[in-house]
């Protein structure tokens, strides 16, 4: 077995470190590294069929746990760069109250495994309900999976392979990453097509992607150390809050999910803005808050938000760029990623959270890859 971890000490950190390569085998597989604003070709290439994206005015995601967080950051894609309305649901809660019937709607399932039933079911409540509906109405299904040979692949049409490889730690971590790529694509696919974003945006945001595994292996190898001697400081922590605001957010439930799994310490993931809303009141010296702040949209006011839980003695840990003068005022510890453009965030700003939740988790003997009650994939509903 150790021989099969290359000797990690645990799948999930092996896992952890293979997210670089992942990054690169989707982006190898789906756009085309040659492509710039004066190409006259689509850049990227999912091998969906054209009528899949015909006339789209809808897109529902239905998902579960760490693909639903994945999803979370999709919807905000597929809004922010390609202008299509899009809603995310619990897979477990969308069958029994589904969305209003409307035409040329896409329903795109997540699952790594693609054998979750909540996943399943919800997808077939949409099949079954438009089958027998005029031609605008018929069902258009996409799965987002890791496992090509699964029941999922069956039920849909079409299907994103996110090409991560196996993956055995029950607490996903290169496959929400490869969910997140696929999402990407996704976006940028349809934003091409739809044109709701320029040619040179596009080069840019592209040209940031293709530095992204060289950058994730930096981010690796500089900051695993300084992160396992933090993440000693909190063996004995009780509670967690994770901040983030906009395409953060979900990044924020994700690493609330992380130590949940894994450390059985209770975490909270919460839109930065609304802690001061109800969560502020559980804030003392003894829960620390990881604040993602990453230049954008959102910065000043997650800033500002953080220093909210300061005046509150709460430590302040901040995912950030290291070279922004506001961190060593704001912060008490810092996990920095390095600056990209904010849409692209989520993918460095997760890291660092693994690696948090992983060294937690270890230091209290606890078995990383197989926690308690959980299961790496649930085939009931
Ligand atoms: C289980 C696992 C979670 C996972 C969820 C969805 O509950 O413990 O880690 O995120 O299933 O899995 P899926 O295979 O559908 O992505």
């Avoid at 693609?114 to 996409?142: M, V, W």
């Avoid at 996704?186 to 040209?207: H, I, N």
């Amino acid at each position: 077995l150790t021989t099969e971890k290359q000797g990690f000490k645990h799948f999930m950190l092996k896992e952890i470190y293979e997210q670089p390569s992942v990054v690169r085998t989707c982006l190898e597989s789906y756009v085309n590294s040659e492509w710039t604003a004066a190409s006259s070709t689509n850049p990227i290439n999912l091998g969906l069929p054209d009528d899949l994206y015909t006339d789209l005015e809808q897109i529902h995601i239905v998902a579960c746990g760490t693909s639903w967080h994945a999803s979370l950051v999709g919807k905000h894609l597929l809004e922010q760069l390609a202008q299509v309305p899009s809603q995310v649901h619990y897979a477990s809660e969308f069958r029994y109250a589904l969305p209003p019937l409307t035409p040329n709607t896409l329903l795109i399932g997540v699952t790594q495994s693609g054998e979750t039933a909540d996943t399943l079911s919800a997808i077939h409540s949409e099949k079954d309900r438009r089958a027998s509906l005029s031609a605008a109405y018929q069902p258009r299904l996409l799965g987002i999976t890791n496992r090509l040979q699964s029941t999922l692949t069956r039920l849909v049409d079409s299907v994103i392979d996110t090409h991560a490889g196996i993956e055995i730690g029950v607490a996903a971590t290169k496959t929400f990453i490869a969910q997140l790529m696929a999402f990407y694509c996704l976006s940028l696919d349809l934003a091409y097509r739809r044109q709701t974003v320029s040619p040179t945006r596009l080069e840019e945001l592209l040209k940031q992607l293709w530095q992204l595994p060289t950058q994730l292996e930096a981010l690796l190898e500089t900051q695993e150390k300084r992160i396992e001697e933090l993440a000693h400081e909190f063996v004995e922590t009780q509670d967690f809050i994770f901040l983030g605001r906009g395409i953060n957010f979900p990044i924020a439930l994700e690493g609330a999910l992380k130590l949940k799994e894994i450390s059985y310490i209770h975490a909270e993931g919460y839109p930065a803005g609304e802690m001061k809303h109800g969560p502020i009141a559980l804030l003392d010296e003894k829960v620390p808050v990881v604040a993602i702040a990453m230049p954008g949209s959102v910065y000043e006011k997650v800033l500002s938000n953080a220093q909210e839980a300061k005046a509150r003695d709460a430590r302040l840990i901040g995912v950030m760029p290291p070279s922004d003068p506001h961190a060593a005022e704001v912060f008490n510890d810092l996990l920095p990623v390095p600056e990209v453009d904010e849409l692209l965030s989520p993918l460095l700003t997760v890291i660092p959270l693994q690696f948090l939740a992983y060294h937690i988790a270890a230091r209290r003997g606890l078995d990383v890859d197989q926690p308690r009650n959980l299961a790496k994939s649930v085939t009931v509903e």
